[in-house]
């Protein structure tokens, strides 16, 4: 895949010189202290390299019928996409962002093509009922906890249950969402997510755990992230954050 940005990166790129370049493990102690500086430096540079990229990224997105997500739940969304995608995962390119650190009477989902750098769909949806009102604020990976999984998933297949057509998820995490399956978590419309409850009760309805949405918007949304995409939800949350293995 080719960002359409990247030409005018790449020349802006060409002017940058790193402090250090790569260095063989040396032969003497001595100098054992100078290489761990130099390797510092280096990766370093490594992820200032890859926060130009991704700031570019997400300024080049097109926005003209909907709003962005956030600069720091994209850049975290933008990291995990890509490590997904060089392990071979990622089938269909597309970038699903859940923001939960947003208020649930906000449209805080997000549909990215990531070949076309365009927003497809903006929406909102629920988190689980025990995971907080209004705001999402407490996490958990076990059954019946009733609360929305962190991280990062991969789309499964389609079924139709009790909610209609709803997509299957698969977990990327262990430890902290790799049971989604197991727990029955996945993308599915339901009648409590509107906004006429937000007007009358002051939030939407909340789920068992599944990321759920307008059942007006189920299947448009399904037919455009099925198939191994990814789908990232994101919070500031400190113990997700020192857990994730695909987020820094």
Excluded at 15 to 25: R, W
Excluded at 107 to 112: A, D, F, N, S
Excluded at 130 to 152: C, D, P, Q, R, V
Aim: aromatic residues 10%; glycine residues 6%; contains cysteine.
């Amino acid at each position: 895949m080719s960002y359409k940005f990247l030409p005018l990166l790449f020349l802006s790129l060409l002017a940058y010189k790193p402090t250090t370049k790569a260095v063989k493990t040396p032969a003497i102690i001595n100098d054992s202290v100078k290489v761990i500086e130099q390797n510092k430096l280096i990766a370093e540079n490594k992820t200032t390299n890859f926060e130009i990229v991704s700031k570019a990224f997400f300024y080049s997105l097109d926005k003209s019928t909907y709003s962005l997500p956030s600069l720091e739940s994209f850049t975290k969304a933008f990291e995990g996409y890509e490590q997904l995608k060089k392990l071979g995962r990622v089938k269909n390119e597309i970038l699903t962002i859940i923001d939960f650190s947003l208020s649930s009477t906000q449209e805080r989902m997000w549909v990215i093509d990531m070949t076309t750098q365009r927003v497809l769909l903006q929406s909102l949806v629920s988190h689980g009922m025990n995971s907080g009102t209004e705001f999402a604020k407490s996490f958990s990976n076990e059954s019946n906890s009733f609360k929305s999984s962190l991280g990062f998933y991969l789309t499964g297949e389609t079924y139709k249950g009790k909610h209609g057509l709803s997509l299957k998820l698969d977990g990327q995490e262990y430890g902290i969402n790799h049971k989604a399956r197991e727990r029955a978590v996945v993308v599915h419309g339901a009648e409590y997510v509107n906004k006429s409850l937000i007007k009358t009760q002051g939030y939407i309805g909340r789920s068992q755990g599944c990321p759920a949405v307008p059942m007006n918007m189920t299947k448009k949304l399904i037919d455009l992230i099925k198939n191994q995409s990814v789908l990232y939800i994101h919070h500031p949350s400190r113990i997700y954050m020192n857990k994730s293995s695909l987020t820094s």
